[in-house]
C-alpha cells in the first residue's frame, strides 16, 4: 500500500464488483460515504448521503460514525474534519483541489483583510481551512443571499473569493461588498454562444444557472441557483427540457429525480465536448474510494489551531442557516 500518490495506490482484483465490496467495507467498518452531486454517477449510487456543500456541511455536524469518506474536492474533507476534529475522515485522492479555492491564498487574503479593519468577512465555503480562519461567516451558493441580507443595512462586507457569486449577491441584496477576485474555471467556461445556439435548438427548454457563472450567463437564465436549488427547480417546473450551466454531474441525480425529462448540458467555450466538467471531481473514482475504504487512507489532516479558528464561522452559517430556513 503506497499513498505517497495522494491516493491508495494498491492492487485491485479486476474480477471484483467495486460496488458491492465498498458497500460491504462501509458496513464492516461502520463508515459512511458522503457525495457531492458534482461526483461520477458510480459514486453517487455507492454514498450514504448525496448533496451540495450546505447540504454536506449540515449532515457532518450530525454524524456518529467514526470514519467518514468524503468523494469531493480537498475543501469539502477539511470542512468536514473542522467539524468532526475527532473523527478520521477521508478523500480518496488528495489531489483533488479547487481551482476557485486556489484562486484566494491565506496569505494574500489575511494581508486585504487587514487592509480593510472593520469589515465583516464572508467567505464562500470553496476555501481553504486557512483561509475560513480568517472569515467571520462562511457561506454557499444556497445560503449566501439570505445571510448577507441578514446582516445590518450598513454593515461593511468584505466578500470572498468567488467574484461572479459575490457581483450576483451584491446585485440581489443591494449590498456594496468588497469583492474578492476569484473564480472557478469550470463556471468561467461556458460558452454564451454556444448556449444562445442550445436555446435556438431547443426553444421550450428553460436555461439554469449556478451563480458562479459570469453575468451574461445569469442573464440569460431562466433560474439561477446553488445545485440543490436548480434540483428542486427542474423537480416542481412544469417544464420538460431545460439546459444546465454548472458542473455535469448534476445531471445523473437530475435524471433520477425527473426521469421523463431532458437534461442537456451546457457546452464550454474551447471544447468540442458537449459537457463541462470539473476535473477535480472526476479524480475520486470507484477504484480510489474502494482503496480508501480499504486502507482506511489517505486521511484529511488540518492543524489543532486552525480547526478552532475555522470552525467557528463555518458553525456561525450553520446557526444563520437554521435561524433564516436556509
Same mark, same amino acid.
Given at each position: ?49 448525496? &448533496? ?39 478523500? /480518496? ?14 496569505? +494574500?487574503? +489575511? ?5 480593510? /479593519? ?21 457561506? !454557499? ?34 449590498? !456594496?461588498?468588497?469583492?474578492?477576485? &476569484? ?9 454564451? +454562444? ?10 421550450? $427548454? ?39 450551466? !454548472? ?24 471544447? !468540442? ?36 479558528? $475555522?470552525?467557528?464561522?463555518? +458553525? ?11
Amino acid at each position: 500500500m503506497n499513498i505517497e500518490k495522494g491516493y491508495v495506490d494498491a492492487p485491485v482484483d479486476p474480477a471484483l464488483d467495486l460496488k458491492e465490496e465498498i458497500i460491504r467495507l462501509k458496513k464492516e467498518k461502520g463508515a459512511v460515504i458522503l457525495a457531492h452531486y458534482y461526483q461520477e454517477a458510480d459514486i453517487q449510487d455507492v454514498a450514504d448521503y448525496i &448533496g451540495d456543500s450546505l447540504a454536506l456541511a449540515k449532515i457532518a455536524a450530525t454524524l456518529k460514525e467514526n470514519l467518514i469518506v468524503m468523494c469531493g474536492v480537498h475543501f469539502m474533507g477539511e470542512t468536514v474534519k473542522i467539524l468532526c476534529p475527532d473523527k478520521r475522515v477521508i478523500v /480518496p485522492d488528495l489531489n483533488a483541489g479547487c481551482s476557485l479555492a486556489d484562486s484566494c491564498d491565506a496569505v +494574500e487574503f +489575511e494581508a486585504f483583510v487587514k487592509q480593510h /479593519p472593520g469589515y465583516t468577512v464572508i467567505s464562500y465555503v470553496n476555501t481553504s481551512a486557512a483561509v475560513k480562519a480568517l472569515t467571520d461567516i462562511v457561506v !454557499t451558493s444556497g445560503n449566501a443571499k439570505e445571510i448577507v441580507a441578514s446582516l445590518p443595512a450598513d454593515e461593511k462586507i468584505i466578500f470572498g473569493p468567488d467574484r461572479n457569486l459575490g457581483n450576483y449577491i451584491s446585485s440581489i441584496t443591494g449590498r !456594496t461588498m468588497l469583492v474578492w477576485d &476569484g473564480s472557478c474555471h469550470v463556471h468561467e467556461q461556458f460558452s454564451v +454562444e454556444k448556449i444562445a445556439d442550445l436555446m435556438k435548438q431547443y426553444p421550450q $427548454a428553460e436555461l439554469l444557472v449556478h451563480p458562479e457563472c459570469k453575468k451574461p450567463l445569469q442573464l440569460m437564465a431562466h433560474k439561477i441557483g446553488s445545485t440543490a436549488a436548480l434540483l428542486d427547480y427542474a423537480a416542481k417546473s412544469p417544464v420538460r427540457q431545460f439546459i444546465v450551466a !454548472t458542473e455535469s454531474g448534476i445531471l445523473h441525480q437530475m435524471q433520477k429525480d425527473c426521469p421523463d425529462k431532458e437534461f442537456i448540458p451546457a457546452p464550454p467555450a474551447d471544447s !468540442t465536448c458537449a459537457c463541462n466538467e470539473c476535473s477535480y471531481m472526476k479524480l475520486i473514482t470507484l477504484r480510489k474510494l474502494y482503496n480508501s475504504l480499504r486502507f482506511e487512507q489517505p486521511l484529511v489532516e488540518v492543524a489543532p489551531e486552525l480547526i478552532d479558528k $475555522a470552525r467557528r464561522p463555518i +458553525e456561525k452559517m450553520l446557526e444563520l442557516s437554521a435561524r433564516l430556513g436556509k
